[in-house]
């Protein structure tokens, strides 16, 4: 087993290296005629916020997709902790994400399920032998790491927006990754409740010394948590730089996001 | 958690529950078709079965007893029929029980009936052959049943036709008359005597007009004797005034019969006055009489002319005359 | 032009169907089985839908037996009554209405509940949540579905038959057992036993068209609302069809 792929406990003494966790090569993905990622290219390291800018349609969300094996991309290679997600049987590829988080854009909680159980969920499944103790003491702890430990016995549908999208939060920490992938976490959210989340995101960040792909139109959440900027247009990355250099940038096109 | 055992539990009794309306009604059909109870074989071997079929139910002596098993042909005419029994009506069930293939009610399914015979006779045994008993089917009772009714229809219907005959009929109140009774009644004799002579006649005649057209024989010569033919001719007109006589007596008795009959259907209330009248049933006695008389001579003329075979052609016609008048009073 | 599209449509359709039932027995009952959802699947699908089907199957056998019995005293015939109501809901009557009251309510309910976790990405963050979403909605809903219907047919029936019974006795007299040995004495193996492994086929219809048309929602309310009508129409079809077929089937191989 490669050394990356350390149980998410070890992760604590993990430090800011120039380690890349994501690698994206030549990526190709097309819906019937409808082409979305045409030769796209990324690379993430080690704990960095990469931000992924675009247009609505553009692709940004196949491509995360594509990162956590949701969808096989037509061409290119994947790389994600060394190991190719676009070549890995089911089991392998479920051991890989056991150790990525995927923020969803609608929160994807589990309608017939408790709080409980939908931070239990995760848990259960990937690590099948933990015992009942430690899955109590997990839970308790991300939910207090969203501050939402009373909501604990609720159905998602007694919870407002902010809240849900808090859950879910919690739900993709839950496993401690060493990657997360937010699918526009602050779509649809109150700017105020939107800056929380922001917050929110930084803090965990630093708790747990994760690396992230951020997909996001909100250019408040952009200026908040970006390392790197990543400018996706016509299926290939235009433009990519820390937020200040591209806000300076004079090019037309990449001008329009910053207006 | 607590929840989910619950409901587990609830799961568990509805399945069970499930499988139990299975098993009740696999035990309920098993026990009608003795799968689960001990049983053996008897055999019995039909000439048609009538659309018996392996399941259907076996009666002894009307009480279910078990299933047929199998069937099989034996040969064009033969079928043996395997049956199931209950052990527990194998000692009642003899070696000479008869065997028939019944019905269900009217229309149900088919059923072989064992039924006992009085005689005394030893327990049957696994395998026994029961002697079968010629099946009546539905079907053919039916169709008896159906010739037995229309024969019975027509006989009504004969006998009501003759009942409003009779009902209507003057003759009847005549008939009552126990002195023109007897009278009528030898008359009618002669009648049919006249009858069945003139039949015979006819039959002479005809062989004998065949032999004169081969101009065989004596006819065929007598023929061309012009004398003879003028005696002849004189013996036919007696003959005919004789007859004449006798058609004239029948008319008689005919038209006294007609107007009885006139007064009968006008409804006058004459007709009893005259049947009462012992006179005019004297009369009435009398013309009887005559036309006996007459048809008595008559006859004797046939009698003789049976002899004679020259005048069939003649006769013949005369005879079809007299013998559609004197039908007449007799109506 | 219509046609042909609606022609391709229909064959693009039923290609799908299949491959999403063969895709069931290639990966859905393979370890690792989800026992735990498996149960409280049976549990939703049968013990949850016992008081509705209970209640159609009661008013069922009650209403049939009020019905048949004027044509059946016409006849002089009205003794055999519960021969006549027995085989009708045993053979034909219990297992159809029930797997169409189960079309209803399961169908719909499978087409609506996979319809909204496609649309809202919940099947999403089940598959990144370690769980082979067909494993885990799709082979649990359906082996449910094809083991509940059955026993429910079987509840159904035996209630049916007591609904049967109260309408024999309104308008004459007749014990539960004398009944119940009239309905017997004229059913056979071969009633029961095409009857009720016909129901499993309708069951597993019903869960493989309620997961195939839930599983391929479009974007939307409007989506989830199409899967769960859709869902039911096609399976109550199918259910008319599979029937047919059964009978034909038993026919071939003189079961009847």
Known sequence: MPTVLNTPSDEKTGTVTSKPVIVIEHLYKQFGRNVVLEDFSLTVYKEENVVVLGKSGAGKSVLIKCVIGLLKPDKGNIMVLGENVTALNDDDLDRVRSKVGFLFQANALYDSMTVRENLEFPLRRHWINISQKEVEKMVKEALENVALLHTLDMMPSELSGGMLKRIALARTLILKPEIILYDEPTTGLDPVTAREIDQLILKLQKKYHTSSIIISHDMNCVKNIADRVILLLDGKCYADGSYDELEHSTDQKIKQFFE | MAKQGENNIKLGLFVLAGLLVLMVAFYMIGKNRNIFGSDFELKARFSSLNGLMEGNNVLFSGIQAGTVKSIEMVNDTTIEVTLQIDSKVKSFIHKNALAAIGTEGLMGNKVVNIQPVKAASFSVSNGDMLTAQKLISTEEMLQTLSKTNNNIASISEALKATVLRLDSSAIFDILNDKTIGPSLKSSLGNINKASKNASDMTMGLNELVTQIKQGKGAAGLLLTDTAFAGNLKQAITKLKSASDNANKLTLQANMIMTSVNHDMNDGHGTLHALLKDSLIARKISISLDNVMKGTDGFNQNMEALKHNFFFKGYFKDLEKKKQANKALPVQ | ?256
């Open chain 3, 1 to 256: 032009m219509s046609l042909i599209t609606n022609t391709e449509d229909f064959l693009e359709q039923t290609g799908k169907i299949s491959r999403f039932a063969g895709h069931f027995f290639s990966h859905g009952i393979k370890p690792r089985f989800e026992i735990k959802e498996l149960l409280s699947q049976c549990y939703l699908i049968g013990y949850k839908s016992f008081p509705l089907v209970g209640l159609t199957g009661f008013i069922m056998g009650l209403v049939l037996t009020m019905q048949l019995r004027p044509s059946l005293v016409s006849y002089g015939v009205q003794s055999e009554l519960p021969v006549m109501v027995g085989i009708a809901i045993v053979r034909e009557i219990g297992p159809v209405i029930t797997a169409l009251i189960f079309a209803g309510k399961i169908g719909s309910s499978i087409g609506a509940e996979l319809g909204s976790m496609k649309v809202t990405e919940q099947i999403d963050a089940m598959e990144v949540s370690g769980t082979n979403p067909y494993k885990y909605l799709v082979a649990t809903r359906v082996v449910a579905t094809t083991l509940m219907l059955p026993i429910l047919t079987l509840l159904g029936d035996a209630i049916s038959l007591f609904g049967a019974y109260i309408g024999v006795n309104i308008s004459s007299v007749t014990s539960l057992r004398f009944f119940f040995t009239q309905v017997f004495q004229s059913l056979t193996y071969s009633d029961i036993v095409p009857a009720v492994i016909k129901t499993l086929f309708f069951g597993f219809a019903v869960g493989i068209i309620g997961c195939y048309k839930g599983f391929n929602s479009t974007k939307g309310t409007q989506g989830v609302g199409i899967s769960a009508n859709s869902a039911v129409v096609l399976s109550s079809v199918l259910i008319f069809i599979i029937d047919l077929l059964t009978v034909q089937l038993t026919n071939l191989i003189g079961l009847n």
